[in-house]
């Protein structure tokens, strides 16, 4: 959403989270490939990986946050809403929307 100031305003508050992470489902491949988190928020993650998938394909992406007392396992299903080739280095920049989003402990 834009304001009337011309300022993007999103739906949820990002948190900036760069961590590993493992990505699968793209392209039907249910092998996970590597990836690195930036930021997520309650509606979606963006994330640096070596593959470009097409937008709308949906993958699954998994990590673990550090905790104290305990790491969290976050598992994410989502849809790919945009991809920027003009990212770091050879990685692909990937921005996905959630559907689904289970939390556990390790």
Known sequence: MTTESGIRERRYTRVQLPISAEVCGESGSHLPRPAHLR??????????AEFEPKVGTVLQVNFVVPGIGSDVQISC????????????????????????????PL
């Open 39 to 48: 930021d997520i928020s309650a509606g979606g993650a963006f994330f640096y």
């Open 77 to 104: 299903e989502g849809r790919v809403v945009r991809v920027e080739t003009e990212s770091i280095g050879a990685q692909i920049g990937i921005a996905v929307a959630f559907d689904r989003l289970n939390l556990g």
